[in-house]
């Protein structure tokens, strides 16, 4: 047999079990196999019949001495077995499982395993069962380390087991070698064939845990393996640099620094120099720049645009939402025209739209700002050279190509604010270069942040309006779970009204929320903006963008039932300017996970260290991006845990295939094989 075959090759697996498997992602055998355990449990130590005492786990060896079939109501029926060791006498029930009575006759020896309860004295109810044989060697459930598997309907732990059991003896001789000799024994892994058994039937925990390192070492490396050759695939595609580049700024470049009212932090100058030898290399960039919210990402593409247009390109900036595509026109002009640069916007909603699709057309425009209505079919560029898109992860795969696809080989960089854990960046952004900008401008003042209980709101409300006659601005989020819900809107409706009329009556307050249509939107934001409002009220298309340094005070209505990485994104508007800034969290927590969320939120301002945690909390198939990177198909992998297996297999791949750019050599086959399963996965 081979380990790519169907599962229904195995002795006793028909079509009906094949499909239950399926559901498990378990389609061949070399997947029965590579379905490890999600934990051990120890039933090796016999406890002697006279010592279980109720509530203890234990597994006891003993012989029936009896064996009688109960009928319940209906059909119903259960087992009730008294069984003995050298030590005394103990009841067993089966209930539901009458049958078991005439399986197990007096005289049967038996292994169980469960928890002491009562039942007429000390008794084991539908504890793990094995029928002794004579030979031990043959112990599945009990009397040893037991596997537990991650199930599904209709499949028990029992079942699974005797199916591992039996792929792992037809399958016995077929389990080939398929890690490099060098990089097996550099790590002190165990050999394929030891490993399979090991991982499901260990002698100890150790040799367990030995065999599950292998699995997900074999995994990672395969995945970046993977990654890199498709990254390296990319880079091989040539074209002509899109700016030449001999060590000096073009014109628009160096007026651009010219203008800047401040110094470059350090790692926004590095972020600068990425992007620009990017576009002076003889292939296209593909790069995401990544930051959390504030530090300057804007200002770093700025310079991108001023290079691309140095190079007699146009570029385009597509953001998610009609208010960052607006907010962006708005400095993108206060920041480009001065240079002689045309700055566009065009938005889905707009008036005007075909005129400015004929400028773009005609190369009038040189820097174009705007939505989704960029990459519709209608938009066309003169020369497209730059294509940035905010916030990716917003866009689809299929959506971002549809706008790179108008220009010819653009340069491509994607921004983000929002953290992703350092693991799973190498993952999901596996195939693009990544820039960090892991640094604030001068003279920010991390924002404080408190809970406040539902006695103090009443404070909080004189606070906002002391801040208010101080002349400093406040945002209050009412969470909406769905904007398209009319109950929650007039709820949130509601409660602006309420705070407008009573604690905030003499202040200047606003609603922005997902209903208002797109100038009704742009008029709240714009009156915020010239410090018109006190106290806006927004439901959390706040979310992304909005730059209002003035603004000093957040209130998070309801917190607990946001994410963290949200919520992190939420009190990024405040904190922006060198006022100090607070936020407020109001609600609380009903748990453990939301009381945590809170607590890290209190604690720390380091975007990255909130991403991490939010990976602990919520597992790495939340995170944006981690899906369509075909990440939650690792088998055996886990990125929590297995972080330092991780970054070891990202240098060992990167080595080998410095060696073997194919992986052509014999030994690495089964690996390019892997690694091309990974891609296939992932589409
Ligand atoms: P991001 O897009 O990363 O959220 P922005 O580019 O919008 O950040 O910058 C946030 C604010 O900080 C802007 O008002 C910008 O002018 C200002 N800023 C950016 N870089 C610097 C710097 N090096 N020194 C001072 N202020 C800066
Ligand atoms: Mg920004």
Known sequence: ???????????????????????????????????????????????????AQPGAEVTIAAEVVSARHVRLRGRLSMAVLRVRDATGEMNVTFFGRGFLARAFSPGTRLVLSGRVETWQGPALKNPEYE???????????????????????????????????????????????????????????????????????????????????????????????????????????GRAAHVKWDGRDGPCLSRLRASLPFALTPAQARAVKDLLDDMAAPRPMLRLLQGDVGCGKTVVALHAVAAAADGGYQSALMAPTEVLAEQHYFHLRRALEPLGLRVGLLTGSMKGAARVRKEVAAGVIDVIVGTHALMQEKTTFHRLGLAIIDEQHRFGVLQRARLIEKGDEPDVLHMTATPIPRTLALTVY??????????????????????????????????????????????????????????????????????????????????????????????????????????????????????????????????PQFGLTQLHQLRGRVGRGPEQSHCFLIGAPTTEDGRRRLETLCATNDGFAIAEEDLKLRGPGEFHGVRQAGLSDLRVADLVRDARLLDRARRDAQALLERDPRLEDPEHRALAAAARRFLAVRG
């Open 1 to 51: 047999m081979r380990l790519e075959d169907p599962i229904e090759t195995l002795a006793g697996i028909g079509p009906k079990r094949a499909a239950l498997l399926a559901r498990l992602e378990v389609r061949t055998v070399r997947d029965l196999l590579l379905h490890v355990p999600r934990a051990y449990q120890d039933r090796r130590r016999m406890t002697p019949v006279a010592e």
């Open 430 to 559: 596996g195939g693009m270069d990544i820039t960090v900008i892991d640094e604030m401008p001068p003279g920010r003042r991390p924002v404080k942040t408190r809970r406040v209980p539902p006695g103090k709101i009443p404070e909080l409300h004189a606070y906002i309006a002391r801040q208010a006659a101080a002349g400093r601005q406040t945002y209050i989020i009412c969470p909406l779970v769905d904007e398209s819900d009319q109950r929650e809107l007039r709820g949130a409706i509601r409660h602006f009204e309420e705070l407008s009329t009573g604690p905030f009556a003499g202040l200047r307050t606003d609603l922005l929320h997902g209903r208002l249509d797109a100038s009704e939107k742009e008029t709240v934001l714009r009156r915020f903006q010239n410090a018109e409002t006190d106290v806006l009220f927004s439901t959390t298309v706040i979310e992304v963008g909005i730059d209002v340094a003035n603004a000093t005070t957040m209130v998070i209505e309801d917190a």
């Open 131 to 237: 029928a002794l044989s004579g030979d031990e060697e043959d112990l599945l459930h009990t009397g040893r380390i037991v596997p537990v598997y991650r199930l599904t309907e209709d499949v028990t732990q029992r079942t699974l087991r005797r199916w591992v059991a039996t792929a792992l003896r037809e399958a016995d001789g077929c389990v080939e070698e398929t890690l490099p000799e060098l990089l097996r024994a550099a790590h002190g892994l165990p050999r394929a064939e030891a490993a399979v058994r090991d991982v499901h039937f260990p002698e100890s925990f150790e040799a367990a845990e030995a065999a599950r390192a292998r699995f997900v070492y074999e995994e990672l490396l395969a995945m970046q393996a993977g990654i890199l050759m498709e990254r390296a695939a990319r880079a091989a595609e």
